[in-house]
């Protein structure tokens, strides 16, 4: 994300302590670099919140699944430098949001908050899967 662009999502978002992302950026995120989700500093994690169970009915291709109840494996499987984005089902839910400001203040330092979920990236046009098979 360009600082400019990271400026202009602070200043939206008011007092949040993390930064918001788009459907586009995000889209162009993977498109261009994909997550990684297996090392612990470089490259993005792209983490849905929710239950296991509505992972596993519908999620955003490339994201891997951390339940909110599960917040202390970020630290096991990501040093506080990596920059996380995290989703959950909606705009109408707010586990992504209490996820993001939950790790900044266990100390990560780039976190994004992919606000749209699981809906607004379907609604989007883009493709989500359910069970590992695309939809």
């Not at 202009?8 to 993977?30: F, H, W």
């Not at 596993?56 to 490339?62: G, R």
């Not at 917040?71 to 990596?82: S, T, V, W």
Request: glycine residues 6%.
């Amino acid at each position: 994300m360009t600082q400019s662009n990271e400026q202009d999502l602070r200043s939206e978002q008011g007092k949040k302590p993390y930064s918001v992302i788009s459907t586009d950026e995000l889209k162009a995120r993977l498109d261009r670099e994909g997550a990684d989700n297996q090392s612990r500093r470089s490259g993005f994690a792209f983490v849905n919140v929710l239950p296991q169970e509505s992972f596993a009915a519908e999620h955003i291709p490339d994201s891997v699944n951390i339940p909110m109840k599960q917040l202390e494996a970020f630290e096991r499987l990501f040093d506080k430098e990596k920059e996380v984005v995290v989703y959950c089902a909606s705009k109408a839910c707010d586990a992504s949001e209490h996820a993001a400001s939950e790790l900044v203040r266990r100390g990560f330092r780039s976190v994004y908050e992919y606000q749209a979920g699981t809906e607004g990236w379907r609604n989007a046009g883009n493709k989500t899967m359910k069970d590992q098979i695309e939809h």
